[in-house]
């Protein structure tokens, strides 16, 4: 008998925040997320990440007034989360990011699902934590 629940990667994940266009811009600009889905009744924005989807909600709108306050520099919403990346250039990466306002951290060797492989942590206009991997050491 096989096991009940066999996980295959990450779905989506959901961020809370009071500035949803400049998170927009940001996701969409400078890691190439597109919008795929927008219901702004709900003030929901779903960017595409792969194949994985990145929510957004906007803590005044109907989804997001359930939550409670949004996001800061004392009450976070996640710890971080990770974008897994098909090659890793550390240098283009930073000019990249930092073109778009983001401060990236020191390049290290870290373990991801793949193994070990390169990694970066940067933080998005509402100071969530994220970092890039690169490819698993091989």
Sequence with gaps: MSAPIR???LDHLVLR?????????FYRDALGCAVERRLDDLGLVQLRAGASLIDLIDVAGELGKEGG????????????????LAEFDAGAIARHLGAHGAAVGEVTRRYGAEGFGPSVYFKDPDGNMVELKGPAEG
């Design 69 to 84: 306050a949004a996001a800061g520099p004392t009450a976070r919403n996640l710890d971080h989360f990770c974008l897994q």
């Design 17 to 25: 925040t009071a500035r949803l266009e400049s998170m927009i811009a």
């Design 7 to 9: 996980l295959r990667g």
